[in-house]
Protein backbone atom coordinates (compact mmCIF):
# COMPACT_ATOMS: atom_id res chain seq x y z
CA UNK A 1 0.00 0.00 0.00
CA UNK A 2 3.29 2.15 0.47
CA UNK A 3 4.22 1.71 -2.39
CA UNK A 4 0.96 3.06 -4.46
CA UNK A 5 1.10 5.90 -1.68
CA UNK A 6 4.45 6.81 -3.13
CA UNK A 7 3.49 6.24 -6.74
CA UNK A 8 0.49 9.20 -6.30
CA UNK A 9 2.46 11.44 -4.32
CA UNK A 10 5.50 11.10 -7.67
CA UNK A 11 2.34 11.72 -10.05
CA UNK A 12 1.11 14.75 -8.03
CA UNK A 13 4.43 16.34 -7.83
CA UNK A 14 4.85 16.09 -11.40
CA UNK A 15 1.82 17.35 -12.15
CA UNK A 16 2.65 20.18 -9.93
CA UNK A 17 5.73 20.77 -11.87
CA UNK A 18 3.79 20.48 -15.09
CA UNK A 19 1.38 22.62 -14.57
CA UNK A 20 4.21 25.24 -13.13
CA UNK A 21 5.85 25.01 -16.68
CA UNK A 22 2.88 25.65 -18.69
CA UNK A 23 1.71 28.70 -16.38
CA UNK A 24 5.41 30.07 -17.58
CA UNK A 25 5.32 28.57 -20.65
CA UNK A 26 1.40 30.59 -20.85
CA UNK A 27 3.04 33.76 -19.40
CA UNK A 28 6.35 34.25 -21.62
CA UNK A 29 3.67 33.94 -24.56
CA UNK A 30 1.78 36.65 -23.39
CA UNK A 31 5.09 38.67 -23.18
CA UNK A 32 6.23 37.42 -26.75
CA UNK A 33 2.92 38.53 -27.79
CA UNK A 34 2.97 41.45 -26.43
CA UNK A 35 6.79 41.94 -27.85
CA UNK A 36 5.12 41.48 -31.21
CA UNK A 37 2.58 43.90 -30.86
CA UNK A 38 5.42 46.45 -30.01
CA UNK A 39 7.39 45.52 -32.95
CA UNK A 40 4.81 46.13 -35.46
CA UNK A 41 3.64 49.43 -34.23
CA UNK A 42 7.25 50.03 -33.84
CA UNK A 43 7.94 48.76 -38.14
CA UNK A 44 4.88 50.50 -39.33
CA UNK A 45 6.38 54.05 -37.61
CA UNK A 46 9.10 53.14 -39.46
CA UNK A 47 7.66 52.25 -42.52
CA UNK A 48 5.73 55.33 -42.50
CA UNK A 49 8.94 57.73 -41.51
CA UNK A 50 10.84 56.27 -44.74
CA UNK A 51 7.36 57.21 -46.95
CA UNK A 52 7.60 61.07 -45.49
CA UNK A 53 11.12 61.11 -46.12
CA UNK A 54 10.86 59.69 -50.07
CA UNK A 55 7.96 62.21 -50.17
CA UNK A 56 10.26 65.08 -48.76
CA UNK A 57 13.40 63.45 -51.17
CA UNK A 58 11.30 63.75 -54.23
CA UNK A 59 10.05 67.64 -53.45
CA UNK A 60 13.70 68.39 -53.17
CA UNK A 61 14.79 66.95 -55.86
CA UNK A 62 12.00 68.29 -57.72
CA UNK A 63 12.54 71.97 -56.18
CA UNK A 64 16.32 71.51 -57.63
CA UNK A 65 15.38 70.48 -60.66
CA UNK A 66 13.09 73.61 -60.96
CA UNK A 67 15.76 75.90 -59.91
CA UNK A 68 17.90 75.21 -63.05
CA UNK A 69 19.78 72.02 -62.21
CA UNK A 70 21.19 69.88 -64.98
CA UNK A 71 19.90 66.93 -62.64
CA UNK A 72 16.42 65.03 -63.07
CA UNK A 73 15.44 67.99 -64.80
CA UNK A 74 13.13 65.45 -67.91
CA UNK A 75 11.50 64.63 -64.70
CA UNK A 76 10.64 68.48 -63.37
CA UNK A 77 9.51 68.89 -66.86
CA UNK A 78 7.08 66.15 -66.95
CA UNK A 79 6.13 67.08 -63.40
CA UNK A 80 5.44 71.02 -65.16
CA UNK A 81 3.66 69.49 -68.10
CA UNK A 82 1.18 67.37 -65.36
CA UNK A 83 0.27 70.10 -64.07
CA UNK A 84 -0.29 72.02 -66.91
CA UNK A 85 -2.76 69.20 -67.98
CA UNK A 86 -4.39 69.49 -64.66
CA UNK A 87 -5.27 72.96 -64.96
CA UNK A 88 -6.81 72.51 -68.64
CA UNK A 89 -8.66 70.08 -66.98
CA UNK A 90 -10.00 71.66 -64.09
CA UNK A 91 -10.33 75.08 -66.20
CA UNK A 92 -12.80 73.05 -68.79
CA UNK A 93 -14.65 71.74 -66.69
CA UNK A 94 -15.09 75.39 -65.10
CA UNK A 95 -16.01 76.43 -68.81
CA UNK A 96 -18.93 73.88 -69.02
Request: proline share 0%.
Given at each position: ?58 S ?23 L ?11 AE
Amino acid sequence: MSELVEIVDSLENKISKLLHKIELLNQSKIRLEQEIVALKNEDETIRNTILEWEERYNSLKLANSMLGSDNNKTEAKLKINTLVRELDYCIAQLAE
